[in-house]
């Protein structure tokens, strides 16, 4: 039988193997998040590197934004003036145009009527026929009748 000495002892290296096996497997797991927390730590690196010149890109086109907005407010206004200056300038001519094409539209009016009573006067006077000729109609012409 065994002694309480040797009792002893023994289950020291017993309990030293399971202590350097405790050790180990902590040592190993440790190692395994380090491991796991660098190239997590890798990632996090990246996507801020791509967040960076995500960043860098929209201030560029925020910029270039920023100065089409500024040509487009330019040409707004030189718009405006000239709208400004064009009602000041041609709104006179364009009342005297109003008023002739309103003069024309009475005198054409008047010359289609005069028209009208002149195809009278060559059916009653020539026997005139307006859509059709005869083979035996000295007088000869083309039908027309103003819109």
Excluded: C
Aim: net charge positive; no cysteine; glycine share 6%.
């Amino acid at each position: 039988m065994a002694s309480a000495k040797d009792k002893g002892k023994g289950s020291t290296t017993i309990d030293s193997i399971g202590s350097s096996a405790l050790i180990l497997r902590t040592s190993n797991g440790i190692s395994g998040m380090v491991d796991n927390f660098q190239r997590k730590l890798k990632e996090v690196d990246a996507d801020i590197k791509m967040d960076e010149k995500g960043i860098h890109e929209y201030k560029i086109s925020l910029d270039r934004l920023r100065r089409r907005k500024a040509d487009l407010e330019k040409r707004v206004l030189e718009n405006k003036a000239f709208v400004k200056s064009f009602h000041d300038d041609i709104g006179p001519f364009a009342e005297k145009y109003k008023t002739l094409v309103n003069e024309i539209s009475s005198l054409y009016g008047e010359a289609k009527e005069k028209h009208a009573q002149g195809i009278k006067v060559l059916i009653k006077d020539f026997a005139y026929h307006p859509a059709f000729k005869r083979w035996d109609d000295r007088f000869s012409s083309t039908p027309f009748k103003p819109a």
